[in-house]
T-cell receptor, first 115, second 114 residues
Framework: GENVEQHPSTLSVQEGDSAVIKCTYSDSASNYFPWYKQELGKRPQLIID?????GEKKDQRIAVTLNKTAKHFSLHITETQPEDSAVYFC??????????????FGKGTKLSVIP | DGGITQSPKYLFRKEGQNVTLSCEQNLNHDAMYWYRQDPGQGLRLIYY???????QKGDIAEGYSVSREKKESFPLTVTSAQKNPTAFYLC?????????????FGPGTRLTVL
């Protein structure tokens, strides 16, 4: 099955600085990479995703980059704000075929933005 | 994700009891999933279902059971065989369109074993 590793597990940044979270995956056939944000006690919410046919995707202050050769993808948050403080999860699916609708999640990164 | 509901929000169980967690969606999604979340462990897949009357085990299915009698509903039963059931349980759903698609989560149920 898929193995997803996420780093760092905790990240503190000053307000206004950038934050980068990186995930590596094991299955070279994986083709979909979402990022979720989870505030304390709340449900995970999708903030951005990327498919394997593109290398980068942006949505305002958030961007995701994908390196298929190295099998890693990263979340970039620019001009961080206190409301960005949360736990962020990356995910990747296994190879296509039976069970391809599954996602394997990283263990999460707790981001703290210091005012 | 507002179309996925879970109940109850909090659940307390005595050791040796079975409990059932409810998950309902009105998004007309074909696939539904159950995850368990423990501190520092991320989300781990318990069971998933792609269509009615069919479901598959995930990575940590032991001690759990599910049913999918209706498209809208995917209840999870935590049995007494689950050794450490205290956790935050999340239900999710997605469209099945021939490829991996976005999963939307419910608000979760926090289960505590007394």
């Amino acid at each position: 099955g898929e193995n997803v590793e996420q780093h760092p597990s905790t990240l503190s940044v000053q307000e206004g600085d950038s934050a980068v979270i990186k995930c590596t995956y094991s299955d070279s056939a994986s083709n979909y990479f979402p990022w979720y944000k989870q505030e304390l006690g709340k449900r995970p919410q999708l903030i951005i995703d990327i498919r394997s046919n593109v290398g980068e995707k942006k949505d305002q202050r958030i961007a995701v980059t994908l390196n298929k050769t190295a099998k890693h993808f990263s979340l970039h948050i620019t001009e961080t704000q206190p409301e960005d403080s949360a736990v962020y999860f990356c995910a990747a699916p296994p190879a296509s075929g039976a069970g391809s609708y599954q996602l394997t999640f990283g263990k999460g990164t707790k981001l703290s933005v210091i005012p | 994700d507002g179309g996925i509901t879970q109940s109850p929000k909090y659940l307390f169980r005595k050791e040796g009891q079975n409990v059932t967690l409810s998950c309902e969606q009105n998004l007309n999604h074909d696939a539904m999933y159950w995850y368990r979340q423990d501190p520092g462990q991320g989300l781990r897949l318990i069971y998933y279902s792609q269509i009615v009357n069919d479901f598959q085990k995930g990575d940590i299915a032991e001690g759990y059971s599910v049913s999918r009698e209706k498209k809208e509903s995917f209840p999870l039963t935590v049995t007494s065989a689950q050794k450490n059931p205290t956790a935050f349980y999340l239900c999710a759903s997605s469209i099945v369109a021939g490829e991996t698609d976005t999963q939307y989560f419910g608000p979760g149920t926090r289960l505590t074993v007394l």
